[in-house]
């Protein structure tokens, strides 16, 4: 089976080793919801939320290497909910291992570990879960037109504002356990950003036009990801895949997926139980693909 939108109707601080622009101090001004703070401490994560599951240990760094990385060395004898979340990471990577810009002050970089009860073919699912959860939030937050690119990318306006980066552990017939890291762009502004991503790449301040709360963010979309999560447990994945289709730019639309070494270009034309991309070629052939990096060839 599978669904398109028509089926539903749809050392403190990077110790200057990154070389990072100082980002003005944050003013204790309004925010998208609530007041801006301008210390992002452990005290404060801790109290945001604590859900049956998600949440159920939080452990915090000011800065550290990358919070996937600290996740997968937790793995088997974490406990299922552990977030892990870092103020700056040096070596914060996305798909592909490239690099994922992480100054300290502000942004969200955080990892969840979870432990579904899954084959490993499902996994796909896990970062659909996340899109959903991260793009809803910040629609809800911010109300800003947030909208999810397949597999992982949230686009605001066509550029990048988060992403997700999915890792795990697993054998032939389970997984052993996810590491589902997301980073958002929050109060970044673009001459933190490297000439080569400016032009691709966005922020919830630079599109709200003022900062946003991190931490009121962060709960909302920690709340989003328990409901989520416990719907995919639940077996209700109908539901998430749904809701990914109403926040999907991806369906419907001529793309092209580089898979490694191939490309291949054609209507993406829905998703399947799985999570997988199906993708319908001029000759009228299908084919499913469960990564590969989107480009969107036109609207």
């Known amino acids: 089976m599978h669904f398109t939108k028509e089926t539903f109707m749809s050392k403190r601080r990077t110790k200057e080793n990154k070389n990072y622009p ?24 801790k109290t945001v939320f604590k859900g049956d599951i998600i949440g159920r240990e939080i452990i915090f760094y000011e800065i550290t290497a990358s919070t996937n990385d600290r996740a997968m060395e937790i793995g088997e004898r974490g406990i299922e909910g552990t977030i892990i979340i870092a103020d700056a990471q040096e070596h914060g990577r996305g798909r592909f291992d490239r690099e994922w810009i992480s100054p300290p002050d502000v942004n969200l970089y955080f990892t969840v570990l979870l ?11 896990i970062t659909l879960m996340a899109a959903v959860a991260v ?31 999915t890792e795990m552990k697993s ?17 970044m502004s673009l001459d933190m950003l490297p000439e080569s991503v400016s032009t691709l790449a966005t922020s919830l301040i630079i599109e709200k036009g003022q900062p946003v709360n991190r931490i009121e963010l962060l709960g909302i979309i ?5 409901y989520w999560y416990k719907t995919l447990l639940s077996n209700e994945r109908k539901a998430l ?35 997988e991309l199906i993708l319908r070629f001029p000759s009228g052939n299908i084919e499913k693909m469960c990564a590969g990096e989107v480009t969107i060839l036109k609207n």
């Open 241 to 275: 895949l749904k809701e990914w289709l109403h926040l999907d730019s991806t369906i419907g639309k001529e793309i092209s997926v580089k898979i490694q070494d191939r490309v291949v270009s054609g209507t993406a034309e829905g998703i399947s139980e799985e999570g």
């Open 222 to 226: 920690l709340s989003k990801l328990e």
């Open 135 to 165: 793009v809803s939030a910040i629609r809800e937050y911010t109300g800003l037109n947030a909208v999810i690119k397949w597999p992982n990318d949230i686009l605001i306006r066509g550029k990048k504002a988060a992403g997700i980066l």
């Open 22 to 45: 100082s980002p003005n101090p944050l003013p204790q001004v309004e925010g998208a919801r609530g007041r801006v703070e301008d210390v992002f401490s452990g005290e404060k994560i």
């Open 115 to 125: 432990k579904p009860p899954f084959l490993p073919k499902e996994a796909t699912l």
């Open 171 to 187: 054998s032939m017939d389970r997984i052993d356990y996810v590491a589902l890291g997301i980073g958002v762009n929050v109060n």
